[in-house]
């Protein structure tokens, strides 16, 4: 079976991790053997460098500096965990990828998007995903749903504005390459959300 690396994406609050199991659960009855993941974190040394990236009490941490311990971490993720299960034929499931770096880094700081590219490179060569899902949901309402689960990291404190960049950014990109994206209107109920999910993986998982 065809080992797939499928992303999840969205500002905080769209219901990634909510979907998580559904999506996985669905991926392994298809027969895949699954590995799930998130970024930043995902290996020993990604999740160090997470929790300097998002629960630092460091408001003087420059936008260089968390674009680059987000892709060290990445680049560590990609070599120890994501090509290794790739190549054994295991489908990686990944809480945010790289877009989310375009998205964060990129629309919300304002860091060029050429610069995102050449660590993109570095980090991970000619890996991409072969299909990324992108929960979108306007930033109020993403931040109203994370304000009520509690424990806020370095992005949901960000303003409004900085996270509507973030979705703009996010729906930008998908825009700009629809055989590797879908948008799924995240607005909706846990089932309805994971409705649309579905029939986007039984559509392009062929
Ligand atoms: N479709 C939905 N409608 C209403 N609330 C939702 C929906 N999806 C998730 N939630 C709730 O919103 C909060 C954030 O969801 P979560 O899955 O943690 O988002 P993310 O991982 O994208 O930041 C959680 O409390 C979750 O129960
Ligand atoms: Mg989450």
């Known amino acids: 079976m065809k080992p797939y690396f499928i992303t999840l994406e969205g500002v905080e609050g769209a219901g990634k991790s909510t979907q998580m199991k559904r999506i996985s659960g669905w991926l392994a009855a298809q027969g895949h053997t699954v590995v799930e993941s998130r970024e930043p974190g995902g290996t020993h040394i990604s999740e160090m460098i997470r929790d300097v990236v998002l629960h630092g009490d460091h408001p003087e941490m420059s936008a260089h500096t968390e674009l680059m311990l987000i892709f060290a971490a990445r680049a560590q993720h990609v070599h120890e965990l994501i090509r290794p299960a790739l190549d054994a034929g295991k489908t990686v499931l990944c809480d945010r990828f790289t877009d989310a770096s375009y998205a964060y880094q990129g629309g919300g700081r304002g860091i060029p998007e050429r610069d995102i590219a050449t660590l993109e490179q570095m980090a991970q060569g000619d890996l991409r995903p072969d299909l990324t899902l992108l929960l979108d949901l306007p930033a109020k309402e993403g931040l109203a749903r994370a304000d ?43 089932t309805r959300v994971w409705r649309d999910i579905q029939d986007a993986l039984e559509q392009r998982l062929k």
Not at 151 to 179: I, K, V
């Open 148 to 190: 009520g689960r509690g424990s806020e990291d370095r992005f949901e404190t960000e303003s409004l504005a900085f996270l509507d960049r973030a979705r703009r950014a996010y729906l930008a990109r998908a825009a700009g390459d629809p055989s590797r994206y879908v948008v799924i209107d995240a607005a909706r109920s846990v």
